[in-house]
C-alpha cells in the first residue's frame, strides 16, 4: 500500500512539472501529507508511547541549561544592585558636599577651612565647579545604570515565567503520557478480554455437547427399562385363587340378586 502511495506521488510530480504552476505544487504537497499521514498511523500506539516518553525526558537538559542561565544572570543582577546602591550613596555624598560648598560660596566670607586647611573663595568656586561636573557626570551614569537594571531585573523575570511555564507544561505532558498509557493498557486488556471470551464460547459449545449426550443416554436407558416391563415371560405375576368367587361373596355377604340390583342402580 505505502509502495502505490510513493508511485502515485511520484506520478504526481511528474505530471505537475509538465502541467507547471502553483496548482501542480498544491498536488505535491497534498500527496506528501498523504504519505505522511499514512506512514504515521502505521506506527504502533505503544512506540509512539515510548517515543513521547523520550522527548520529555530530552526536556531535561535544554530546562537544566535555562536554570544555569537563570542563576548566572541572578548573579549578575545581584552584582548590578549592589553597584547601582554604591553609586547611589556616593552620589548623595557628593552631593551634599556640593550643597555645603555652594552655601559656604555664598556666605560672604573670604576664607573657609576644611580638615584642617583654609582656602580662599577662588580655591572653593574651583572647586565646586569640578565637583559639579564630576556629579553631572556620574549622575548621568547612575541613571543609565539604574535602567539597566530594571531592563535585567524584568528579563530576569520574565525568564523565571518561561521556565516556570516550561516545568508546568513538562508535568502536565507527563500526567498526559500517563493517561494515554493507561487508556493504551486499558485498550489491551479490553480486547484481550474478547479473546478470552471466545474461548468462553468454544467451552459452552462443549458444554452443551455433553449435555446433548447426556440427554440422548437418559432417553435410551429410558427406552431399554420402558421395554423390558412390557415384553419377556411375566414371571413374577400371581394366578387367580380358584376360591375367587366364594371369597368375594364371602366378604361382602350379599347374594347374586342383591348384587345385580346394586349393578343396576
Not at 509538465?18 to 505544487?25: D, E, R, V
Not at 546602591?85 to 552631593?95: E, I, P, R, W
Amino acid at each position: 500500500m505505502l509502495k502505490k502511495i510513493l508511485i502515485g506521488s511520484a506520478l504526481v510530480a511528474g505530471t505537475g512539472a509538465l502541467i507547471g504552476g502553483t496548482s501542480a505544487m498544491s498536488y505535491v504537497r497534498t500527496g506528501y501529507h498523504s504519505v505522511r499521514d499514512h506512514i504515521k498511523d502505521q506506527i504502533p500506539i505503544d512506540l509512539e508511547i515510548k517515543r513521547v516518553r523520550d522527548m520529555i525526558l530530552n526536556l531535561k537538559p535544554e530546562i537544566a541549561e535555562n536554570l544555569r542561565i537563570i542563576a548566572r544572570e541572578e548573579v549578575e543582577v545581584a552584582k548590578l544592585q549592589k553597584e547601582v546602591q554604591s553609586k547611589g550613596t556616593s552620589l548623595a555624598k557628593s552631593k551634599e558636599a556640593i550643597l555645603r560648598l555652594k552655601d559656604d560660596l555664598q556666605s560672604g566670607v573670604k576664607f573657609v577651612s576644611y580638615g584642617g586647611r583654609t582656602y580662599d573663595m577662588d580655591q572653593v568656586k574651583k572647586d565646586l565647579n569640578d565637583r559639579f561636573k564630576h556629579f553631572q557626570t556620574q549622575e548621568a551614569t547612575y541613571d543609565k545604570l539604574e535602567k539597566v537594571l530594571e531592563a535585567r531585573e524584568m528579563n530576569l523575570e520574565a525568564a523565571r515565567r518561561k521556565l516556570d511555564a516550561m516545568l508546568a507544561a513538562k508535568r502536565q505532558h507527563e500526567v498526559t503520557v500517563e493517561n494515554l498509557q493507561a487508556r493504551w493498557t486499558m485498550h489491551q486488556v479490553v480486547d484481550a478480554s474478547s479473546q478470552y471470551s471466545l474461548h468462553d464460547s468454544s467451552l459452552s459449545n462443549v458444554r452443551e455437547t455433553l449435555d446433548d449426550i447426556s440427554t440422548r443416554l437418559d432417553v435410551a436407558e429410558k427406552m431399554m427399562n420402558l421395554d423390558e416391563s412390557t415384553t419377556g415371560i411375566p414371571v413374577l405375576e400371581e394366578a387367580a385363587p380358584e376360591d375367587l368367587v366364594d371369597q368375594i361373596t364371602h366378604y361382602f355377604g350379599t347374594d347374586t340378586v342383591e348384587s345385580e340390583a346394586l349393578a343396576d342402580k
